[in-house]
């Protein structure tokens, strides 16, 4: 562009002014978007409910730690939840109680997984009883992992490894109408135990899916987890929306740091949660990021009363 004034043609000037005044503008909300609290903007009143009449939420209680679950369970049911997971069985009395389903039944842990064969006796007897509690509890679904890689082994033998497993382990799953739910995981972040997980072997959701088609059944499904998706992948709605056959479980948090599904992460769940409600998805949208506010409760409406749609 010419320097001379002189030179700068009427389409210049306007393109100039034009382009000052949107990056003032966007300086200034910036600005001001800084200045607030996300704890007061936006937020739900205390009474809120959400209507669940096209989204069924539950909540992953550890993110919420070390709130009470005596404290966490009635919160829950009060803003319209109608499930948690990721607590101990000790409290799903308490939960039952209070209106609340188990929406997921812990499984194994994520780092022990059927990629490593010597641990497959052991991830059987464990599932089998995982399932027997689902049962037990009216719960559809157990959340189930590849592991960690297996230093030396080859990314063929460890695929063959886990699908070898859960064609072994997915008829006693059908026998009890319970569905298996292999997550997905990030391997990217590597700046909290529970905000990435270097070295897992099913990071790849592409992967993940081809070891679902290889056991081949309709009661061995996906996790998708859209903020581990969206760090491994991208695309996350349209991969919601190609993979939805193989889906049986969704978890939310914003990215980056697993924060709260507010205007301060890279995702837009308004769009999102707008796509799983137009889909044939029937089951549960998650909440599982960390709070960064200081009123965790209140972090958690927020979340509920954007995915009531």
């Known amino acids: 562009m010419p320097t ?17 005044s949107v990056v003032g503008g966007l300086a200034m909300a910036g600005t001001a978007a800084a200045a607030e609290n996300p704890a007061t903007t936006q937020l739900p009143p205390e009474d809120f409910k959400a209507s669940g009449k096209r989204i069924k939420q539950s909540v992953m209680a550890w993110c919420f730690n070390p709130m009470p ?29 209070h209106g609340l389903k188990v929406s997921l039944a812990q499984g194994h842990n994520f780092n022990k997984g059927p990629v490593d064969a010597s641990l497959h006796p052991m991830l059987e007897a464990r599932l089998k009883e995982s399932i027997d509690t689902a049962v037990e509890w009216d719960c559809k679904n157990v959340i189930t992992f ?35 739910v292999m997550e997905h995981l990030n391997s990217r972040d590597d700046s909290h135990p529970m905000k990435g997980h270097p070295g897992y072997f099913g990071d790849d959701v592409d992967h993940c899916i081809d070891i679902i088609k290889q056991v081949d ?33 969704l978890h939310t948090a914003g990215n980056p740091g697993r924060c709260e599904i507010d205007e301060n992460q890279e995702m837009n769940y308004a769009a999102i949660i707008r796509a799983v409600a137009e889909s044939d998805y029937d089951g549960y949208v998650v909440q599982e990021y960390i709070p960064t506010w200081d009123d965790k409760i209140a972090a958690l409406r927020h979340g509920v009363a954007l995915c009531d749609v």
């Open 217 to 249: 059944s309709p009661n061995f499904k996906l996790l998708f987890d859209f903020y581990h998706v969206q760090i491994m992948n991208g695309d996350v709605t349209r991969r919601f929306q190609q993979l939805l056959p193989y889906i049986g479980h």
């Open 69 to 97: 679950m005596e404290e966490l369970i009635p919160a829950c049911a009060k803003m319209g939840l109608v499930g948690m997971e990721g607590l101990d069985k000790k409290w799903y009395p308490l939960m039952k109680e």
């Open 4 to 20: 001379d004034p002189s030179h700068l043609s009427r389409r210049d000037i306007l393109k100039s002014a034009v382009g000052t």
């Open 146 to 180: 590849t592991g960690m890689s297996v230093e030396g082994q080859s990314f063929e033998q460890g695929t063959k490894n886990c699908v070898d497993f859960f064609k072994k382990i997915v008829p006693y799953a059908e026998e009890k109408n319970v569905t298996l």
